[in-house]
Every structure is written in C-alpha cells, then in structure tokens.
DNA sequence: GTCTATAGTGCGATAGAC
DNA sequence: GTCTATCGCACTATAGAC
C-alpha cells in the first residue's frame, strides 16, 4: 500500500471538472473537490493557485504550439502570414475526439463570468507571447501586437464555431476561412480611410 | 451640516484609486477604502459588486459611445467603416485633460492580474454589444463578431499609445493611425492564403 | 448591522521514500 | 539522516445571507 495515489494534480482536474458540471462552479467548494480524491483543501491550493485554475493547462502547451507555428514561417513571410502558420500547427491540439470534452468544458466557463474572466486572461497572455514571437523575428511594435490580437481573435471565433452544434470541419480548415473573412474585412478599408472623415 | 456627504459611490471610488496606487491593490482592504470616507464595508458592496468594480464604469458610458458611433455611420458602410465611426466618437471620451487620470489609473489595472481580468471581460462585453449592434444594421453573424473584436482590439492599442510616456496625439488621431495599420497587415493576405498551404 | 461560509495564506508537524 | 507530499491549525478578507 503506497501512501499517496499518483497524478493527484490530474485526480483533482478530472473531480473538479465533474463537480463544476453537475453542481455549477460556485455550487462547488474546494474542500468538496479534495474531499471527492481523498486529499485535503490544502493540497488542492499546493497544485493550483485559486479554485479557477484547476480548468486551465498549467503548462501553457497551447502556447508553444503556437509560438513553433510562428517559428516554422519562413523569414520572409508577411506577419499575418506567421500568424496562419501558428494558427496550423495549434489546431493539432484539438483534434475531433477531444470535441465533446471541450464542448463540456466551455459550457462551464460560459455559465461563469469568473471563469470567463480567467480565460480571457489566458488568451490575452498568449496574444502578448505571440507578440513578443514576432518582434523577435522583426516585426514593428505596434504591428506585431495588432498581428498577435488578430490571430487570438481569430483563434476564439474559430473555436466557438468547432465546437457548435453540428459543426463537422476541423479546427484548422474553420480557422482558416475565418482568417479568410477577416481578410477581406478590411480590404479596402485603408483607402476609405485615406478619403473618409477622421 | 448634512447627514451624509453626497456621492457616495464617487467618494468610494476617488479613495480606493488613491489608496490602491499608494499602497497596492492586495494591501488595501475594502474596510479601509469605507473607512476612509466614513462608511462601512457593507455600504462599499452597495455600491461596488467587489472590491475590482470600483475602478471600472458601471454605467458603461464608453460602452454607449461605441453603439451611438455604429449607428451614426451611413447604412451604406462597410462593417469596418461602421467600427471607424464608433472608435471617432468614442474617442470623445477621453479628452486630453484625463490623460493623467487614466495613467495613474492604468498602472494599478498592469500591476494586478485581478484587475487585468476584469478589465479583460469589460472589453470583451463592449465587443459583444458592437457585435450585436451590427447585427441589428445587417451585418452578418461571424463577420460582425470580427470587426467588432478589430475594433476593440484597435481602442486597446491605441489606448495604450495614448497613455505612453511623451505621447502627444490625441486618442482620435492615435485610434485612426492603427485602424490604417491593421487595414494595410491584412492587404493581400486574401490571395496569399488561396495560394499557400492551408 | 450582524453573522457566517468560503477562499486563500503561512507555518509547522508528520510520515513515508530514499 | 534528507527530501517531499500531505495534513493540521490558525488566521484574514471577501462576499453574501439574514
């Protein structure tokens, strides 16, 4: 009889999602999610820093994906041409069979603005990330932030859409279009400025 | 003498500004904020949801500025247009007298990844609202959600200008200047991607 | 205005593995 | 003995309930 049960950081991943779907997050108390894997509140904050952690990847794997991606263009490609490289290679992450977890999982944090917070707090730190990723390849200041934002934006709206009733597509091919629409948004729209009111 | 001072909720809000940049978010308690004003923690959270909400708008004035801007755009513009239009008037908001306020105000938001959260999700609720605003003028679902997260992106960054050392221009002029940079980072990105590996 | 549950922290004790 | 995961206890502050 081993004293401690291993993967008590995942143990308590999988309880605490659990528990956030069938009771709520706010319905939920540390102490219940410790309780549930045989540990104590104690142990829960020795692995996650707040009762929201504990549903988002501590070891920002998502992220490297996304710098590599950055990474892979070739030098000469255009920023927002880096950014569609990342977006490809992050897509890897999710592939189909992960669909319904993440569709359980994103229900939960839609229903809870706190949650919802955390996650744009995530996502705000990955767009500053790829950011950086670009300055360091010679991207200008302001345009490697403008690239980075677009490419989390494009990433949300994409995901929100993978995860949609009925959607079948993978993740790259509608992240893709997206980045498409987001194209031919703004097309035109630098000399309709030029002649436009301020 | 009257029985109580008038504005409260405005009393509240100039004391923990001043109380959070003096000694940090963390080190100030919501007793001493009431305290300091000559209330009681419980009137604080009359006021205040928590003790994040008192730095941020509750009326969601810039909020209203934005969709007042959508809707004073002609029923002929671009989507992008419309978001041109809602970045000019909003910019009204922030004249340069306020300059300092929102520095000083800024920092203690950069300094706390609490406050960095909820100033996250107050943005993301704005795009939101922007979105649906151009969905009422007939833009379609996916591509109002991405210009109006253009949108917001581009107030941040221009926001952020704005507020940076030695920085002279005002938001408007700032706000136009990145709008015209997004615009020219994804010129040509539209035949790239038909030509490119997906 | 009072009372209470819960989140989250600090520090020390414990009990195995090595 | 050292190292490390866990627990126990005391404590503060937020936030909500009554």
């Given at each position: 009889?081993?004293?401690?049960?291993?993967?008590?950081?995942?143990?308590?991943?999988?309880?605490?999602?659990?528990?956030?779907?069938?009771?709520?997050?706010?319905?939920?108390?540390?102490?219940?999610?410790?309780?549930?894997?045989?540990?104590?509140?104690?142990?829960?904050?020795?692995?996650?820093?707040?009762?929201?952690?504990?549903?988002?990847?501590?070891?920002?794997?998502?992220?490297?994906?996304?710098?590599?991606?950055?990474?892979?263009?070739?030098?000469?490609?255009?920023?927002?041409?880096?950014?569609?490289?990342?977006?490809?290679?992050?897509?890897?992450?999710?592939?189909?069979?992960?669909?319904?977890?993440?569709?359980?999982?994103?229900?939960?944090?839609?229903?809870?603005?706190?949650?919802?917070?955390?996650?744009?707090?995530?996502?705000?730190?990955?767009?500053?990330a790829i950011a950086e990723a670009l300055r360091a390849r010679g991207v200008a200041a302001q345009a490697a932030t403008l690239a980075a934002e677009s490419g989390t934006t494009?990433?949300?709206?994409?995901?929100?859409?993978?995860?949609?009733?009925?959607?079948?597509?993978?993740?790259?091919?509608?992240?893709?279009?997206?980045?498409?629409?987001?194209?031919?948004?703004?097309?035109?729209?630098?000399?309709?400025?030029?002649?436009?009111?301020?």
């Amino acid at each position: 009889m081993v004293r401690w049960e291993p993967g008590a950081g995942e143990r308590l991943r999988v309880a605490a999602l659990e528990l956030y779907v069938r009771q709520g997050f706010e319905q939920t108390t540390v102490e219940e999610i410790a309780r549930s894997v045989g540990l104590t509140e104690r142990t829960f904050f020795r692995y996650f820093a707040d009762k929201r952690e504990v549903l988002f990847d501590p070891q920002n794997l998502l992220q490297e994906a996304f710098l590599a991606g950055v990474n892979a263009a070739p030098p000469t490609a255009a920023p927002l041409e880096m950014i569609a490289s990342a977006l490809a290679t992050s897509a890897a992450f999710f592939p189909d069979d992960r669909r319904n977890w993440s569709r359980q999982r994103q229900s939960v944090i839609a229903a809870n603005p706190a949650l919802k917070e955390r996650e744009l707090l995530k996502l705000a730190t990955l767009a500053a990330a790829i950011a950086e990723a670009l300055r360091a390849r010679g991207v200008a200041a302001q345009a490697a932030t403008l690239a980075a934002e677009s490419g989390t934006t494009v990433f949300g709206v994409a995901f929100t859409q993978w995860i949609a009733d009925g959607e079948q597509r993978s993740l790259a091919a509608i992240e893709h279009e997206v980045l498409g629409e987001l194209a031919a948004l703004t097309t035109g729209l630098a000399t309709a400025l030029d002649r436009g009111p301020a």
